[in-house]
């Protein structure tokens, strides 16, 4: 009996520092982590795309927790939740909703195959970026679209593909959660975050070629000539013109169409409009042609 | 013949030299003359011309931009047209200078005769004049690289320099430059060479020529034994044959080669080991912009490709259109054409003939499309082929993995940036796999990496 008594005793007593030991250190070395974190991760998509411009989920539920510790949730924004995920946050950690308007990635681009002319035929690896420290590219066009994805490449949410037809990347906006990732993917910054707008209406100069007018011109059939004419006609002064390409300020744009009428190449594009009536068309166009 | 080569690696293209035997020509002066501001390694040139200013052949239109830079001199008479962009050799549109050419009248400090002029006859040429004379003359690297050739002479403080290497290799298919300028001006790159030598403050000199050129390696060996092997001659140097192979004519192949001895991986250069390597080109410049007061506005180009009428070797003005020197060989073949700027292992690939000579256009090859077309790549058979190419001892089937699975970390360990893109592991590759357009990529990212991390220090 003794050597059962004597284990037990020994385990017993084995078992209690440990305790003891375990018990101190748990102390010690606590770690305190806010409940909160948890609970905003919880509430978070989960995609750790990185689009907030933090290292996954966990990051920006961290952030924003030491935000609202702060007392403000500004510049934190998650954009594949939007409005509703950051509402629910807000909600959760007492803050006013931080407001963000809803973005989405615009291809600023519209050097389709029948506007921009081949002049070569590129026979390299397949990706924009091989393609773009080559040379122009497959066009005359140094600042166009080179068509191979690597934007499609990048976006983790099937968003974005390159069109077969067109040869030019197209958005889906339902799907589309401007996180950036394709913005950061194409080498000639041709993609652009831009207000998705009212009605997901907006409108913008589809094109980045700085080259001057006449080269511009003799690359692309739709390419910005930096004329000008959108920069006198916009009302609210929306637009810039600088090396030879111009520019609309989403933040003052009101969306009146002005400055794509007066586009005499078609490089301002207003999208999700609902289409003209007819009879008003036909009567410009007229107009264009005398 | 004991032919000496570098230690590990390189392949033996097909050679291709049709030119060879074509004497060099004078080509014919351009209507107009394109001049990007961008012809070197470093800060672009800032103009000192502007629209409507005459300017004659050698007048300063651009002045070094910066420590790394160099001027730009007009190859022609006539008045500045405009400041604008145009298509230069990167493909993209450039700032350039666009003469118009009108007659051709030199500048009157410039000696055209022919008469060679000796070290001996100019005894004001210390080593500092010699540098600050070669640096105002906008002479840079004539190979191709186009680093500019005083900084190259004046090493950091760091590093001695024990030898001037020449480099006469020109193990590019095709090229024939080189070789021409050779057998033309001998006599000139000697004097050159001996310049060099004393700007850089060496006695020993190399001339390293491939075994396909033995008329080269005759002449000057013979040019070097009645210049240099005299009781008076205070110099020792050797015309150093070497086995033809690609690519030899790289500064860390060639310096393994002629002296034995290995540059350590960047940013070491040439001289860490005493070692300063430059062209024949470049050898040839420094005479006449030294010894003629010619600043560096023309060059020797060779216009070949198999099916052109008459391929030759030229000597043009810079800011010639390329158009213009393809006619003189009997125009653009037929079909479709690959043009590229240098040889076909490292030549660049262009979209437009208007494309202007720079300083470190070697040569214009057009191949015809059959022989450029790309094979479709299979799968990597891991047969290694590309590591025992490669001249640097990498691994190249890893490095373009890692690009391409964007493992920059890796990258970096693996050594990315050590790859000089010579495209031995490409032309090899039996699966026909894109390998240097992944590397490339791979190192482009992984040098940027580096450069941001240094900049945050």
């Known amino acids: 009996m003794d050597f059962i008594l004597i284990a037990v005793i020994v385990l017993g007593a084995i078992g209690l520092i440990a305790a003891l030991v375990l018990f101190a250190a748990s102390k010690k070395f606590a770690v305190y982590e806010d409940p909160r974190i948890a609970q905003v991760s919880e509430l978070l998509p989960g995609a750790n795309c990185g689009g907030c411009g933090f290292p996954g989920c966990s990051g920006m539920a961290d952030a924003l927790v030491k935000g609202a510790d702060a007392g403000s949730l500004d510049g934190l924004s ?24 809803p973005m989405v990635a615009v291809v600023r681009c519209n050097g389709t195959c029948e506007h921009r002319q081949k002049i070569a035929e590129y026979a390299g690896l397949r990706t924009c970026a091989a393609m773009h420290a080559c040379g122009a590219g497959e066009t005359a066009c140094g600042f166009g679209c080179l068509g191979c994805g690597d934007c499609m490449e990048a976006c983790q949410f099937g968003a974005i593909h390159v069109n077969p037809e067109t040869g030019i990347p197209e958005v889906d906006e339902e799907k589309c ?36 007018g006449p080269a511009a011109m003799k690359a692309c059939a739709v390419s910005c000539i930096g004329c000008g004419k959108c920069e006198k006609e916009c009302p609210f002064g929306a637009i810039t013109v600088e090396n030879n ?14 400055c794509e009428k007066v586009c005499p190449k078609h490089a301002i594009v207003a999208v999700n409009f609902p289409a003209p009536k007819p009879k008003p068309e036909e009567e410009e166009r007229k107009e264009e042609t005398v | 013949m004991n032919a000496r ?19 060099t020509k004078v080509a014919a002066l351009p209507k107009q003359a394109i001049f990007p501001l961008s012809q070197h390694i470093g800060a672009p040139a800032k103009p000192v011309v502007q629209k409507g200013d005459k300017v004659k052949v050698g007048t300063l239109i651009a002045e070094a931009g910066g420590f790394v830079s160099a001027p730009i001199f007009s190859s022609v ?14 493909g993209y549109r450039k700032p350039v200078i666009i003469i118009n050419v009108e007659g051709d009248e030199w500048e009157e400090t410039i000696d055209r005769s022919d008469k060679l002029e000796t070290v001996e006859a100019h005894p004001e040429l210390t080593p500092e004049e010699i540098v600050n004379r070669v640096k105002e ?53 000697l004097v050159g060479l001996e310049l060099l030598m004393i700007a850089a403050k060496v006695t020993t000199g190399y001339i390293g020529i491939e075994t396909n050129k033995p008329a080269a390696i005759e002449l000057l060996t013979e040019k070097v034994i009645t210049k240099f092997n005299v009781q008076s001659s205070k110099f020792n140097v050797s015309v150093v044959p070497l086995k033809q192979r690609y690519p030899q004519g790289g500064e860390k192949q060639l310096v393994d080669a002629v002296i034995q001895r290995q540059v350590p991986a960047p940013p070491a250069i040439p001289v860490n080991v005493g070692a300063i390597v430059q062209n024949v080109g470049t050898a040839f410049a420094v005479y006449e912009a030294v010894m003629k007061h010619k600043p560096l506005f023309e060059r020797y180009t060779t216009v070949t490709g198999k099916r052109l009428a008459n391929p030759g070797n030229f000597l043009v003005r810079m800011g010639t259109p390329m158009q213009d020197l393809i006619d003189a060989c009997g125009g653009m073949p037929e079909g479709d054409n690959k043009l590229l700027a240098g040889g076909p292992m490292m030549g660049k690939a262009l979209t437009s003939t208007e494309v202007p000579i720079c300083k470190g256009t070697n040569s214009v090859t057009i191949i015809s499309d059959d022989e450029a077309r790309r094979k479709e790549p299979q799968p990597c058979i891991r047969c290694a082929k590309c590591v025992g190419v490669c001249p640097m001892g990498l691994e190249p089937y890893l490095l373009a993995k890692l690009s391409e699975i964007k493992n920059w970390e890796r990258a970096e360990q693996e050594d990315i940036v050590s790859c000089i893109e010579c495209g031995s592991c490409q032309f090899t590759c039996p699966a026909h796999r894109p390998l240097l357009d992944n590397i490339r990529q791979g190192k482009a990212t992984v040098m940027g990496i580096i450069r941001s991390r240094a900049a945050k220090k």
């Open chain 2, 77 to 90: 008479s006539g008045t500045v047209f405009k400041i604008d962009t145009a298509i230069d050799a990167t």
């Open chain 2, 137 to 189: 003359a906008g002479v840079v690297g004539m190979g191709g690289a186009c680093f500019p050739t005083f900084i190259k002479l004046t090493p950091p403080p760091t590093a001695k320099a024990e030898c001037v290497i020449i480099n006469a290799v020109e193990c590019e298919p095709y090229i024939t430059a080189d070789f021409r300028l050779m057998m033309e001006h001998a006599d000139e790159i």
């Open chain 2, 5 to 23: 080569t570098f230690s590990i690696g390189g392949i033996h293209p097909e050679e291709n030299k049709l030119t060879h035997e074509v004497a």
């Open chain 1, 245 to 258: 390409l111009a520019y609309i300020d989403f933040g003052k744009c009101r969306l009146c169409r002005k």
């Open chain 1, 177 to 212: 959660t401007s996180c950036g990732a394709c913005v950061k993917a194409c080498p000639r910054n041709i993609i652009e975050l831009r207000k998705k707008g009212p009605k997901g209406r907006r409108v913008y100069v589809s094109c980045v070629n700085k080259d001057k």
């Open chain 1, 78 to 101: 998650c954009p594949v939740g939007g409005a509703v995920v950051m509402g629910k946050v807000a909600d959760l950690l007492g803050m006013a909703i931080a407001n963000s308007e």
